[in-house]
């Protein structure tokens, strides 16, 4: 069974950093992109960031390309979403997901699976 443990959220003052984890197991990790995107309330899901896990090919969306960085450690299957320079609009549950095909250097594409989320709250 593929599941995705998000943690790392908290509360965080504007300018602060947070970092993201996400715990991957029930799959075969190399095989698989991993996307972190986030949904506040009353605002569309928006795709963050992916990692394609076989070329280790990445992409961040421009609001948060510079401010954020992905990485991921295949030995843990574990994948990381570090920000910084957070601001009130980052606020957020984030999520991690998983797709064979989610990520190239030229968007976010689909995935199937993803967890619970994390809630990060970037306020003064």
């Known amino acids: 069974e593929v599941q995705l443990v998000e943690s790392g959220g908290d509360w965080v003052q504007p300018g602060g950093s947070l970092r993201l984890s996400c715990a991957a197991s029930g799959f075969t990790f190399d095989n698989y992109d991993i996307v972190w995107f986030r949904q506040a309330p009353g605002k569309e899901r928006e795709g963050l960031s992916c990692?394609?896990?076989?070329?280790?090919?990445?992409f961040y969306n421009a609001s948060v390309k510079g401010r954020f960085t992905i990485s991921s450690d295949s030995a843990k299957n574990m994948v990381y979403l570090q920000m910084n320079s957070l601001s009130p609009e980052d606020t957020a549950v984030y999520y991690c997901?998983?797709?064979?095909?989610?990520?190239?250097?030229?968007?976010?594409?689909?995935?199937?699976?993803w967890g619970q989320g994390t809630q990060v709250t970037v306020s003064s």
């Open positions: 997901a998983a797709g064979i095909w989610a990520c190239s250097e030229y968007g976010m594409y689909t995935y199937d699976h």
């Open positions: 990692i394609s896990e076989s070329d280790k090919v990445t």
